[in-house]
C-alpha cells in the first residue's frame, strides 16, 4: 500500500460557487476520486482549515507521498509544519506532488529552494507537449493533448533547471511554459505539474489523471539500502580497514 | 516478460586460463546466473564469434535489454550492428547496460557521442559509494561496498555529464571514478558500470549483482503512449485544430 | 584571436533565387558580416563544394569554433570529415554551433549522439522565449523575441537532456520548441539554434545575432590546465606518492 | 569593477590560537589578500560579530559576489538576513560561494534548497580531481592537485544533482566527497567548494586559490536583458498582438 495524502487549501470551493459546482467535493476530493481506481493505493484528504492544518504528525509521519494544492492562502501555512514537510522530503520518506498554484507555495518554495515566479494572464487554450516520452511520469501519454481551459502560468518561470523536463505548454497567447517537471532533493522526489486552475476542469482530464496518477508511483519513497542518518554524522574509522575483514 | 540479451566478446575466457577458472561459463554465462533468479527474465547469451556476431535482426529486435562487455576486440565490431544498437536504443525499444571496458566500445562511444577515454592501472582496491540511494538503480544497495579487486580506471573520465551519477569510486592508489552513470538517448536509457575485470571476481559480489539485475528494471522499454517516428515527420495541419474538435 | 570558421553546405544560395536573393553572399557570409564586428574574432568561410569540403587540415586544426548549416546535402559529408570534427570537439580544441537544419547533419548527431528527429511544417510565426536569462549565451536577450517568418521545427525533438535549456520557442501553429540547447562533450561544448530556414531573414535580426555572437565566446576552447590526453592513458605510478613530494 | 564581499562567521581565528596563527588575518583575510591580485575586484570584509551581521543593506546591495564561511555559529546568523541574500541570488543580482563548512550555513541550505547533510571525520590527505577541466572555475587548474591536510568530508552528499559537477575528491580514509559543485538558482549561480577547514593552510594553496578567483568570474551578475520581475506579473497582453507591429 502506498499512502497518498492530498493536501487542498479548499477555500475557493467553499466560497466561490462556480468553483463549488465544479469541484463539489472539493479539488482534493477530485483527485482523491481518481486515484482511488489504483488498487495500492491508501488515500487521505487534508485541507488547511482541518486540525493541524491537516497534517498532525500521525497523519504526515504516515504519508508516502503528499500532494499539495494552494493559492489564496500560502502565508497561512504554519512555518514549522514546511520545515516537517521539507525534512520528511529530504530524508526520502516521502516524495511531494506541487500542482498549478502551488508553485508560490511555501512548501515548493523552501524545499525545491526556489521563489517560483512566473508571468500569469487570463484563462486560455493549453496544449501540453511530451517531451520525455520514456519517463515513468509520461507513461501512456500521447505526443500531446489539449486542455481547452487553463489558466495561463508563462516562462520566465524563475526556478532551477528540472532534473527532468518532462512537458511543456503552448497557450494560444503566445506564451510557452515549462509545465511538468521532476526536482530531486536529498533522497526525495518532487514532481510540479502546471494544469489544476480552480475554474477549469482539467483534473477530469484522463491525461492530467494519468499523469498525476503515474506521478505517485514516481515520487513515492525508493528502497533505500541503508539509514539515511539525519544530521552529519561523526566517522570514527576508516572506511579502509573494511577490507581487512 | 522482459527480454534480455547478454553480449560478450568472448575470447578471455577461451583463450586466458586464469580467466577460464574465473568464469568458466564466460562472463555473459555469470550475468545470466544471476540475472535468471528474476522470473519475469527471459535470458539469452550472444558472444562476438557467433553467427552474425550474436545479433542477428531475430535477436536484437526481440531484445529489451541488452548487456555488453567487451575489451580487445572493439574494432572487429561491425560498424553496421552498432548503428541498429543505437537506432533500437534511441527509439525506446531498448535499454543498454555497458560494463567495465565497455566504455571503450563503439557501441558505447556512438549511442552516448564520447570517446570514453579514461587512464587505467592496476588491479586494485576499490569501494563503490551510492551517490543517489533513492535512485532506482541504487535499490537495496548500502551507502557504500568493498571490492578487493578491480581494475583501476581512473578519473578524467572523458563522457557527458550523466543524466544521474549513482555511483563513484575509491582506490587505492589515490584516483576516483564515475563508476555508474546514467544516460538519457532519444527515448532509451544506458546504464554505464564501471566492475567487471576479467581477472577479478566482481560478478560474484552480491551488490555488484543487485545493481545490474535493478538496471535491467530501469533500463527497459517505457510504456511510450504513441508511436515514436522513425524520421522528421512532415506536420500538414495545425494543432490549433483539435481545440474546435 | 578566435579563429571561427563557418561552414555551410552553400547550395540553396546557388541553385534558388528567392534564396540568393535573401542571402547573397550565403548563408555564411550574413553571418560572418554580423561577426565580423567583433575586433577579435578571425573569420573564415566554408563551404561544401571547396576542396576537402571547405575544411582540409590546415583550417580545420586552426578553427576555435566551428559554425554549421547544413540541410539537403547531409549524407555528401565525408565520414573521415565528421570523425576529424567529433575529435576535435571532445578533445576540447573547438567548440561548435549547429544552426537550424543542422539538427540532422551527421556533425550534429555523430558528435552529441543523438537522432536530431523532430517534426517540421509550414514557414509560420515563431516567437523565441528566453529559459535562462543569466546563461552567457542569453546576454543581452529579452525575455522574449518574435520572428515573424522561420520554419516549424516542433517537438518532440529526440535530443538527450540538454546541459542548459537557453531558449525554447512558441509558433502560431500550436507548436513548441527547445530551440537554444547547450551540450558538454567531452571538454567540447555544442550550441545547437533553431532559427536559421533558408527561405527566412532570421540572420538579419538583431536578437539572432547577439545569441550567435554570444555563442562563440561560450563555446570557445576553455583555458584547459593540463594536456588532454588521446586516448587511454596507462597510469604506471600510485598518486599517493605525490604526498611525499 | 565587481564588488566582491568576504563574509566569515569569525570566531575560530579570535578564540583559538592554533587558527589565530595560520590565519592571523581571518580566513576572510586571507581569501582577501589573493583575490585582491585582480585588478578588477573591489573587495569588502564582514564578519558575523560586525553590526547588522556586517551585511547592511547598503553592503548587501552593492555586493555582486558573496563568498561565505561559517561553522560553529550557523544559528545565530539572522533568517531576515538569510532571506535578503536569498533574493538577492535569484534575483540574478549577486552570485555565491560557499567555503568548506557552510554547506550547513543556513544560507546554503535555503538558497539551494538541501539539508547539506554529509559525514565527516578526522583531518587527513586529500587529492582533488578535476572532472570538468573545461569549466571556467577549472581554468589553469591540472587534471588533480594535494592537499597534505584537509577535514574529511564524505559522501553520501545530500545535495540536489550539481548543474555541474566540477571536482570530485579523494580520501586515505577510503572516502571520496563532491567537492566542487555548481548551482543555478533563478538567475543566480551558487558555487560550493569543500576545502577550507579553519586548522589547514589550505586557503594558501595556488589551486584552491585560483578556483575561487575563477568562480568570482563565473558567479559575478550576469548581463540579463531585461528586468527580471520581484513576483508574479500579470500579463495583460497576449503576446501575439506584437507581430502587428
Chains 1, 2, 3, 4 share one sequence.
Not at 15 to 42: M, T
Not at 58 to 74: I, Y
Not at 136 to 152: K, Q, S, T
Request: proline share 7%; hydrophobic share 40%; with cysteine.
Amino acid at each position: 500500500m502506498i499512502h497518498v495524502t492530498i493536501w487542498n487549501e479548499y477555500r475557493h470551493e467553499r466560497h466561490d460557487e462556480a468553483v463549488a459546482k465544479l469541484y463539489p467535493k472539493g479539488i482534493h476530493g477530485c483527485v482523491a476520486d481518481f486515484l482511488s481506481k489504483q488498487p495500492d493505493l491508501d488515500i487521505r484528504l487534508a485541507a488547511l482549515d482541518d486540525p493541524d492544518q491537516g497534517l498532525p504528525d500521525e497523519v504526515l509521519n504516515n504519508t508516502d507521498v503528499l500532494f499539495w494544492w494552494g493559492h489564496m492562502a500560502h502565508g497561512e501555512v504554519d512555518d514549522a509544519l514546511v520545515e516537517r514537510i521539507r525534512q520528511r522530503v529530504y530524508a526520502g520518506k516521502m516524495g511531494l506532488i506541487v500542482m498549478h498554484s502551488g508553485h508560490h507555495s511555501k512548501v515548493f518554495r523552501s524545499v525545491v529552494g526556489t521563489t517560483g515566479n512566473l508571468s500569469w494572464g487570463r484563462d486560455t487554450k493549453e496544449i501540453i507537449w511530451n517531451l520525455m516520452p520514456s519517463h515513468p511520469i509520461a507513461a501512456g501519454i500521447p505526443d500531446h493533448f489539449c486542455l481547452d481551459c487553463e489558466e495561463l502560468y508563462a516562462e520566465p518561470f524563475y526556478i532551477p533547471q528540472p532534473d527532468a523536463l518532462v512537458f511543456a505548454s503552448w497557450y494560444d497567447s503566445g506564451n510557452i511554459f515549462r509545465s511538468g517537471c521532476c526536482f530531486l532533493r536529498g533522497a526525495g522526489k518532487i514532481f510540479y505539474f502546471q494544469p489544476g486552475h480552480e475554474f477549469c476542469p482539467s483534473f477530469y482530464n484522463p491525461y492530467v489523471q494519468r499523469i498525476l496518477t503515474n506521478a505517485v508511483y514516481w515520487a513515492k519513497p525508493a528502497d533505500i539500502g541503508y539509514a539515511i542518518p539525519d544530521g552529519a554524522p561523526h566517522i570514527l574509522e576508516d572506511v579502509t580497514n573494511e577490507f581487512n575483514k
